[in-house]
Every structure is written in C-alpha cells, then in structure tokens.
C-alpha cells in the first residue's frame, strides 16, 4: 500500500472535485472542517488515524439526501475510489462501515457496528452540525430545499421515527429541536463533549436572540 500521506492527497484531490458543485452545507469546507476536527480528537484517542482522515474526508461523498435516499452509493463510491489507489481491503470495509453508521438518521436503528474511529469521525462530523457553523449549514440547506425558516403553527416532531426523520419538510427552526441540541449528550469521546459545549451554549443563545427578534414561542 502507498505512503500515507499520498493516499490522503489523493483523496483530498478525489473529494474536492466530486464535491466542487456541492450544497453549500455538505460541500469541500464542511468535509475539511469535519477532518481537521477529526485529527484533533484523534490526538487523544487510541485509533487508526489513516481510518480516520479516510472516513472523514469521505464521508459525505454522496449523501443518500442527495441521490434519492439511497444509503448504500456512499459506502459504493468511496469503495471504489479507495480500491482504485490500492488501499488495503480491512481498510476500506472499516471506511464504509463508519460511513454506513456515522449519520443522526442511522442513531434510529440498533447499532450493528462500533468503532474508536467511528466514534472520533462522528463527533467530529457532530460538530459540524453545532455552533454558529451548525446555523448556518440549517439555514443553507433549509434554504436549498424551499423550507420555511420558522412558522409557530408547526411543532418540533420529538419522537420521529427514521422514515419521518428522513422525510421532513418542517420549518428550519425546528430542526434545532429534532437534531442540533440533542448532539451534546450524543458525543462520543471526552474531547468531542468537552468542543460540544461552547457550540450547544451558543445555539441556546442564538434561540433566544431569534424569539426575542420574533417576538413569539414555539409552544410544546
């Protein structure tokens, strides 16, 4: 197998041109500041950093969201670029296998598979999803779907099920209420809690900011 710091390179240079024309809540900066995170968790952690900046970089290769809810063309197209520099096949299966469980939408299923590198490489994609970069990503994407960015009428859904997860067209508001802030108790690692809590602290004051601004609650 090659040196891996090439295999990271190329890598690299494979996610930022399939992801050149990406949303801009899941495009080449999300999957950098994913990665950079990743590698500063893994500092602390015994674990396999090539794993790591592997999944890291590729997990948001192809986003089911984005090609019809298919769960499987992610773990597919990093498989096959992976195999095609030559990386070792445990390696690659590892890779897939943290792709496959690293989503908030796969938490709805019986975890199948547990890993010290899944657990950095989704903390740090966690991470992302908080914090003024967790807004602004929410809105982004509400945006790119037409969603409506609040409507006090429409109540945050508390006991989604996956499909209805998978499903929603709810106002952007609301997503705080069925992802963001349940992403501090979710954390894995004792770093990822620790970078979890500033990010949860400000999404609670941005909340507060937005009412006071709307001059209206949501109720339940």
């Known amino acids: 197998m090659m040196d891996h710091v090439i295999i990271i390179e190329k890598t690299v240079s494979f996610v930022r041109t399939t992801l050149e024309n990406a949303e801009g809540g899941h495009d080449w900066w999300h999957i950098h500041r994913v990665w950079t995170n990743a590698r500063r968790i893994a500092e602390t952690e015994r674990c396999n950093l090539l794993i790591v900046e592997l999944a890291a970089l590729l997990h948001d290769i192809a986003d089911s969201k984005f090609h019809n809810g298919d769960e499987e063309i992610g773990p597919k197209t990093a498989g096959k670029f992976l195999k095609s520099i030559h990386v070792e096949p445990q390696v690659i299966e590892h890779v897939q296998q ?4 690293i989503s908030f939408k ?3 299923d019986k975890a199948s598979f547990r890993s010290k590198e899944l657990a ?3 903390d ?3 991470l992302d999803a908080m914090g003024a970069i ?3 990503r929410t809105f982004s994407y509400g945006g790119f779907k037409g969603r409506e960015i609040y409507n006090p009428d429409v109540t945050p859904n508390l006991n989604m099920t996956k499909e209805e997860y998978k499903n929603s067209a709810s106002p952007s508001i609301n997503h705080f209420y069925e992802k963001l802030l349940l992403l501090k108790d979710k954390m894995n690692t004792a770093t ?3 970078l979890a809590e500033q990010r949860h602290d400000f999404m609670e004051l ?3 900011q937005f009412y006071n601004e709307c001059d209206t609650h949501i109720k339940g």
Request: proline share 0%; hydrophobic share 40%; aromatic share 10%.
């Open 134 to 136: 967790g807004i602004a």
């Open 124 to 126: 740090a994609d966690r």
């Open 206 to 208: 941005y909340l507060k």
């Open 106 to 108: 796969s938490g709805f």
């Open 120 to 122: 950095v490489v989704q």
């Open 98 to 101: 943290i792709i496959r469980n």
């Open 192 to 194: 990822g809690r620790q």
